[in-house]
């Protein structure tokens, strides 16, 4: 009933830069936290960014000072400005959304977009 869609990948040369976008639709009341994942071939799914409702975003250490999340609540969408890309940065970028389905509910429910490829070259 809620699906992710990621858009906004690509190849670029180092140094480049990316947008990438998630849009969720569906039975959504409202989204809670927004994130943003990366796996790369042989290794394990990392968190990347991250944005709490009404919180403090938080990054991965590799991505401090090049990457930005944000969020348009209105649009149920989550943004990752990815600026000075290394090629270590090349993986699958998920995005996963917490979303209360009611007014009622307790726990928001948690989904995964596709996935959208990110590859960088030297």
């Known amino acids: 009933q809620v699906q992710l869609v990621e858009s906004g990948g690509g190849l670029v040369q180092a140094g480049g830069s990316l947008r990438l976008s998630c849009a969720a639709s569906?039975?959504?009341?409202?989204?809670?936290?927004m994130g943003w994942w990366r796996q790369a071939p042989g290794k394990q799914r990392e968190l990347v960014a991250s944005?709490?409702?009404?919180?403090?975003?938080d990054y991965a250490d590799s991505v401090k000072g090049r990457f930005t999340i944000s969020r348009d609540n209105a649009r149920n969408t989550v943004y990752l400005q990815m600026d000075s890309l290394k090629p270590e940065d090349t993986a699958v970028y998920y995005c996963?959304?917490?979303?209360?389905?009611?007014?009622?509910?307790?726990?928001?429910?948690?989904?995964w977009g596709q996935g959208t490829q990110v590859t960088v070259s030297s």
């Open positions: 944005s709490p409702a009404g919180g403090t975003t």
């Open positions: 569906g039975s959504i009341f409202r989204v809670n936290a």
């Open positions: 996963n959304v917490g979303v209360y389905h009611t007014i009622s509910s307790q726990y928001p429910s948690i989904y």
